[in-house]
């Protein structure tokens, strides 16, 4: 399985020539290059994780491609056929299988509301928390996608939570609230944490790509 990052929090996972497409949001350029795109996870219901101009496109490019996200996207995005999925539940996505974690974002302010939230594990192989510390228990994790930076962030919760996911390899997304110099010190610690089990963390610029 070959997974793509773009800008920010969005992800393409390619497999046996058929795309998943995990948050597409605000600050994500459009993805003009994807292909065979069969389904869209949005985790939650943020902007900077969704948006209608991305999913028309790949609605226009791709019609009748489902779309999963939590009860809090139904709402959100009311204008778009979203099948609800909530933590336990699993779905068979010809090639992908897809099992949902978590439930809740994690808090930002106690003056901001608390919002639906559902990470995402796919093919028991790769694990993307949307903006929650959500552990996927009892699996055995072979390459994250950890968020970096956030409103919500602080980055010894966020190596905390690396550390106990433990992966095999890992890579730093939600990252374009940081600056350069920021990203990389943030990388540093993600790296330190994956190491300490044995992991390895894989720099990934949008663009590029890592096998999972």
């Known amino acids: 399985m070959r997974v793509t990052k773009f800008e920010h929090a969005a992800l393409s996972l390619e497999k046996s020539g058929k795309t998943l497409i995990i948050d597409p949001g ?6 003009e290059t994807v292909q065979n795109v069969v ?3 949005l985790t939650h219901e943020h902007p900077d ?3 209608p101009a991305h999913l028309d496109r790949l609605l ?3 019609p009748g491609i489902p779309i999963y996200g939590p009860e809090g996207v139904a709402r959100a995005a009311a204008a778009y056929d979203i099948i609800v999925v909530r933590p336990g539940d ?7 299988h897809l099992e949902f974690f978590g439930g809740t974002h994690s808090v930002i302010h106690e003056s901001i509301p608390v919002v639906d939230n559902v990470g995402v594990l796919v093919d028991d192989a790769f694990y993307y928390p949307g903006d929650s510390y959500a552990v996927p228990k009892g699996a ?3 390459l994250l996608a ?3 930076g956030a409103p919500w962030l602080k980055i010894g919760e966020a190596m905390d939570f690396v550390l106990a996911v433990a992966p ?3 890579f730093g997304t939600h990252d374009m609230t940081l600056s350069v110099s920021g990203r990389d010190m943030h990388r540093a610690r993600l790296q330190w944490a994956v190491e300490q089990h044995g992991g390895e963390f894989v720099a990934l610029d949008a663009g590029e790509s890592i096998d999972a």
């Open 90 to 96: 699993t779905v068979s996505l010809d090639p992908f």
């Open 49 to 51: 994780h969704w948006t």
């Open 60 to 62: 226009a490019s791709f």
């Open 168 to 170: 095999r390899q890992a």
């Open 140 to 142: 055995k994790v072979q």
């Open 26 to 31: 605000s600050f994500t350029l459009p993805l």
């Open 146 to 148: 950890a968020p970096l």
């Open 39 to 41: 389904g869209v996870v």
